[in-house]
């Protein structure tokens, strides 16, 4: 079937997703999954890999991701490495978790018995099995933001599993709930797309703990989708920590559509992948709504990592709050583009925007465009980028007190990381970053 | 002879700042400079503390017998010597009480002796903190992060109390305290005093030296100390200002 579909798709990098896509199995795919697959395909017919002169890709080059030629995830092995797993485990979130290793779903090493049954807390291969899958239909597409978005019909087209957390109406979620992306990497250069789907329900409120973890040298590609619903009143806390292995490609798009009073707080910790891209996008539908986007990217090497958000502000009387720091290291580059639309009628929003950024090395580059489109007239609106070396007075400081030009440096570069990581509420994970944030800045510090 | 500093030169970006300082300070002795604004004396405790933007273009330092600058700044600090900053840095995000221990830690090993565990020295700090009256809630704050002045200086004076230091360089100190602050800060540096240490307290002001009794007073002024006498020059200073003392240098 191949060779037509290649000839009608611009690139091979995309043909080769539209032929996995359609060789996936359709058996107990609902109709409105099935269509959306199909509408997915069809779109992907059209699209090309972003180029330089695509604004939303400026700043990076996808030349390499687009010469690779990924396994479907279903292809790959999935041994699942049990240090791996025990280096990521989040003690606070025992009997809350869902692992997941090349994009497939793992029941033996997954356990949601701490959990009320009112919650649902699964995954879509497990809802599949059980032609239990049609309750979530209208948690997915959510937004129409990334319609023509190549990452997200790769996404629509391929996705097959993922988590779905349900939690009903005046249900509070005490236990974070853990899901875990583990990946072997090495011989198995898959693709996978997971799709994670977070549904808070009136009143409710739960913690989300989104992380990829990888060991060793794979070039693998997770090309993730979230879609997260709050409904009115609701508190979804979403922290997402990113390492996957600095040869891996990490695509993630994050759809956040906010009810009146909901409150949805974002922190996305990036430290893998030899070119991550993690977007969000959040639609305020009505009044009173708190969002925070908050994120820390330290990338070392030749890596790269790009942040992407847009907060949409349609309505009135919201507020949202945005601190995203980047460490760049050695030959990194990190990219900042925060959007804030302030549509005609939403007055009296109050939005806070800093994009702080951390020069280690000469030759790291940051790029970081704040982009303020604001088209009502009552509103407070703030936003700054700054980009900067280790502070001179602040290291001779440390050294007047006899602590050396090397741990000196590792401190000052652990405290600028650790304004955003104190906003992260579960102890362990909080501490556990904390560490590897001061022993990374000590191996490297000259 | 615990410092002895030999006809020091020293610049900052090309331009001299330091003309030719000599000053002599043996162990059990309190040493004011005093100057007015401009004269070198906060440069030249920066220099005894090896701050990289004073580059010393002639002269010696000899501490203990060492060359200090051998030494970079944090070896320095290990062998003791210590510098009370006139503006202390703020550092969001490192605990002051975690620094800390870390400082105490690194002169403790550099000393050979055991290091402190967090209890001990959370045992060691509650003590400490009494000399200087400050809240021991400012020890799980930010270092210096949103302390106001007088607090800064009294968190100097607490990394003093802490490290106990042979060699205490105050740079301005006493600077825009309130006199309450003011006895806290003069009281901690007197209960620091032993014969064993010395303190070079630099100063715009003659009024720290009514609770800090100086053994000599020295007046700096165009980077060169012109001259050194006991206790009551600071009170001679604090009636006939410098001019006088400069004009009596222009003359010779």
């Not at chain 1, 959306?36 to 390499?64: C, H, M, N, Y």
């Not at chain 2, 070896?75 to 703020?90: D, H, I, K, N, S």
């Not at chain 2, 620094?99 to 060691?124: T, V």
């Not at chain 2, 007197?190 to 720290?208: C, D, F, K, P, W």
Request: aromatic share 8%.
């Amino acid at each position: 079937m191949s060779s037509a579909d290649e000839t009608m798709a611009k690139h091979p990098f995309v043909a080769r997703f539209i032929d996995q896509g359609r060789a996936r199995s359709t058996e107990g795919l609902p109709q409105w999954w099935a269509d959306f697959r199909t509408s997915a395909l069809q779109r992907l017919v059209g699209l090309d890999v972003p180029g330089a002169k695509d604004e939303e890709w400026r700043f990076i080059r996808l030349a390499s991701l687009a010469g690779e030629e990924f396994v479907a995830e279903f292809d790959a092995d999935r041994q699942v490495n049990e240090n791996e797993l025990s280096e990521v485990t989040v003690p606070e979130s025992a009997g809350a978790r869902l692992v997941f290793s090349n994009g497939q779903f793992l029941p033996e090493l997954s356990d949601t018995s701490a959990l009320a049954d009112e919650v649902t807390v699964t995954t879509w291969s497990q809802l599949r099995e059980a032609g239990d899958l049609d309750e979530i239909h209208d948690y997915l597409d959510i937004a129409d933001f990334w319609e023509d978005d190549l990452f997200y019909n790769l996404n629509g087209a391929n996705f097959e599993d993922g988590a779905v957390i349900m939690v009903p109406r005046n249900e509070v979620v005490e236990t974070p709930i853990h899901i875990v992306y583990l990946a072997n990497g090495e011989g198995n250069d898959f693709a996978a797309h997971p799709r994670n789907i977070i549904v808070a329900g009136e009143s409710a409120q739960v913690t989300v703990i989104e992380e990829f973890a990888g060991a060793g040298e794979g070039t693998y590609f997770h090309n993730v989708v979230d879609e997260i619903s709050l409904g009115a009143n609701a508190k979804v806390r979403h922290i997402k920590v990113q390492q996957d292995q600095t040869t891996a490609y990490h695509f993630a798009r994050n759809v956040i559509t906010l009810s009146q009073d909901s409150n949805y707080e974002g922190t996305a910790v990036n430290f893998g992948g030899q070119l991550s891209r993690n977007d969000s996008y959040a639609r305020f539908d009505g009044k009173n709504i708190e969002c925070t986007l908050d994120g820390l990217a330290y990338v070392q090497g030749r890596q790269v990592t790009d942040t992407h958000t847009a907060i949409d502000h349609a309505l009135p009387d919201s507020t949202s709050y945005q601190l995203h720091k980047t460490i760049v290291d050695d030959r990194a580059h990190s990219v900042f583009n925060g959007k804030i639309f302030v549509r005609k009628d939403a007055q009296r929003i109050d939005s806070n925007q800093l994009n702080q950024n951390l020069v280690l090395s000469p030759r790291a580059r940051v790029d970081t465009k704040p982009q303020l489109e604001i088209f009502a007239d009552d509103v407070v609106c703030s936003h700054g980028a700054t980009v900067g070396q280790l502070d001179d007075e602040q290291l001779f400081y440390l050294m007047s007190r006899g602590i050396d030009a090397e741990r000196g440096q590792a401190i000052l570069t652990y405290a600028f990381a650790a304004e955003v990581l104190e906003t992260i509420g579960v102890d362990s994970l909080r501490e556990r970053l904390e560490e590897q944030v001061l022993e990374v800045t000590s191996a490297v510090a000259e | 002879m615990l410092l002895q500093v030999k006809d020091l030169h020293a610049s900052a970006n090309g331009t001299p700042i330091l003309k030719g300082v000599n000053l002599e300070v043996k162990p059990g002795e309190v040493h004011a400079i005093m100057g007015p604004n401009g004269s070198g004396k906060s440069t030249f405790a920066k220099v005894l503390a090896g701050h990289p933007a004073y580059e010393v273009t002639s002269g010696t330092m000899t501490y203990d017998g060492e060359d200090l600058q051998e030494l970079e700044t944090d070896e320095r600090a290990r062998a003791g010597v210590f510098l009370a900053f006139q503006y202390p840095v703020e550092i969001p995000g490192v605990s002051n009480s975690q620094f800390m221990r870390q400082a105490l830690n690194e002169r403790l090993k550099a000393a050979g002796k055991d290091e402190l565990d967090p209890l001990q020295f959370d045992d060691y700090i509650r003590e400490r903190v009494k000399i200087v009256d400050m809240d021991p809630k400012f020890l799980d704050r930010s270092v210096n992060a949103d302390f106001s002045g007088g607090e800064k200086k009294r968190n100097e004076i607490l990394q003093m109390a802490v490290l106990e230091p042979k060699l205490a360089l105050l740079d301005e100190t006493d600077s825009g305290l309130d006199i309450d602050a003011l006895r806290v800060v003069a009281n901690g540096i007197n209960e620091l005093s032993t014969e064993e240490n010395a303190v070079v307290l630099v100063t715009h002001y003659q009024r720290i030296l009514n609770y800090v009794t100086p053994d000599y007073v020295h007046v700096m002024t165009r980077g060169r100390i012109i001259k050194s006498g006991g206790k009551e020059l600071a009170l001679e200073l604090e009636e006939r200002g410098y001019d006088w003392i400069t004009e009596q240098e222009a003359a010779q």
